[in-house]
């Protein structure tokens, strides 16, 4: 009789084995899209603060306070317009300065940093109210900087 030294798996083993795997991967696969998706939208919150940032250092510059927007009406109204970025001929003072502080060149150059599915190609607005407090949010409202209760005015009132 021939003694056989089988080293390894039957192929039934390794079945098993993929099997089994296939079912963790089924079933971990959705929380880890979740928590993909949750460390995206922690990095675009805090884009998007950076920028609240950049405006609000940029309005209390002296140097700059004559071209930072303003309110016209109570509430808050839209700032998008008013950042012009640099090498643009209609580029002012305060949006070179919050250009120079983000480190950036054009809106895409910034735009591009964003990759959760709300804010994902840029979809985030900038508004000022008339106290001079900025705010940015995604347009589906479900980032908001600064966050609630947290609204510091830029004019030093």
Known sequence: MKKTN?????????IIVIAIMAILIGVLAPQYMKYVEKSRTSADKDTMDSL???????AADPDTQENAPTASTSGWSD??????????TAADDWSN???ETLGMTSWSQY?????SKTCKGGSI??????????????KDGSITI??????SSSSGT
């Open 6 to 14: 089988n080293k390894g798996f039957s192929l039934v083993e390794l």
């Open 52 to 58: 609240y940032n950049a405006m609000t250092i940029a």
């Open 146 to 151: 600064p966050e609630k209760g947290k609204t």
């Open 97 to 99: 300065a919050v250009c």
């Open 125 to 138: 607005e900038m508004a000022i109210d008339e106290r001079g407090n900025f705010r940015v949010t995604s």
């Open 79 to 88: 700032v998008a317009d008013s950042v012009v970025f640099s090498g643009s």
């Open 111 to 115: 735009t591009s940093k964003f990759k």
